[in-house]
């Protein structure tokens, strides 16, 4: 699959947190060059990719969003594809949740997602091809007692892929989502914080799962191995909640 990257140049949002970072260190491992985005990034963290570049950014900042997609291709020549992998969490139960609470994960995720694959679709649109994934959650079908907050943003991610892959696939530019479960980071352990899911059976498969799990998915829909794959949602879950 090596052949897929190299030469090419790839957009990774939230590129500090666990997944954003396990994908961008796999597509540099395969020959990509990699701008690595998020508003706490630094180059020491990647001191160890040579083709990894640190790119601050906040993406609720849709003119800097936007001033980054064109520096990426100003910098490197070209956008071959975004992976989106913000996300912030706000748990608790229903009724106490406030309209700060909502809005504080909608502009995070949500339009924390849109804002980059707005800026970088023009790009992909002009070459004629490339690839857009963005990472949602299991939660969107299947939402937590304690997590409806996100689970209500990773549903309408869902849906927003569906539609841009089919409203661009005929411009040569494919848009997927990955749907992870429970993958080990931070941000499990603060929702099993807040549940009683941690004295559950987590997946049919034994979990959770590694934030490499979910980079080689979207690794894959990023390639040309994905060439026909648009507008679809892959599940990197285990096999969903187990059931005793």
């Known amino acids: 699959m090596s052949q897929d990257f190299a ?7 939230g590129a500090t947190g666990a997944l954003g970072r ?6 540099a491992e395969l020959g990509a060059t990699v701008v690595a985005s998020s508003r706490s990034v630094t180059a020491a963290q990647f001191a160890d990719w040579p083709k990894v570049f640190a790119l601050p950014l906040d993406v609720g900042d849709s003119h800097a969003v936007d001033q980054a997609a064109a520096a990426i291709v100003a910098e490197h020549g070209r956008i071959d594809g975004l992976v989106t992998s913000t996300n912030v969490g706000a748990f608790g139960e229903f009724l ?8 504080r994960v909608i502009d995070a995720k949500l339009l924390g997602s849109v804002r980059p694959v707005r800026a970088a ?11 857009v994934v963005v990472i949602s959650g299991r939660g969107g079908i299947d939402p937590s007692p304690q997590h409806f907050i996100g689970s209500s943003v990773n549903a309408a991610l869902d849906l927003l892929v569906q539609g841009l892959g ?11 989502a990955v749907a992870p479960g429970p993958i080990e980071s931070p941000r499990l352990a603060e ?26 998915a979207v690794v894959y829909l990023l390639s040309d191995a994905a060439a026909f794959v648009n507008a679809s949602r ?11």
């Open 7 to 13: 030469g090419k140049v790839y957009w990774v949002t």
């Open 22 to 27: 396990a994908t961008a260190l796999a597509l």
């Open 96 to 103: 106490e949740l406030t309209d700060e609470d909502w809005q």
């Open 121 to 131: 679709l023009p790009h992909l649109i002009a070459a004629g091809k490339g690839a």
């Open 166 to 176: 089919r409203r661009y696939g005929p411009h040569g530019v494919r848009v997927n």
């Open 191 to 216: 929702l099993q914080g807040a549940s009683l899911e941690k004295s559950e059976p987590l997946t049919p498969l034994a979990g959770p799962g590694k934030p490499t799990d979910v980079a080689n």
């Open 234 to 244: 892959l599940y990197v879950d285990g096999g969903g909640k187990r059931y005793a």
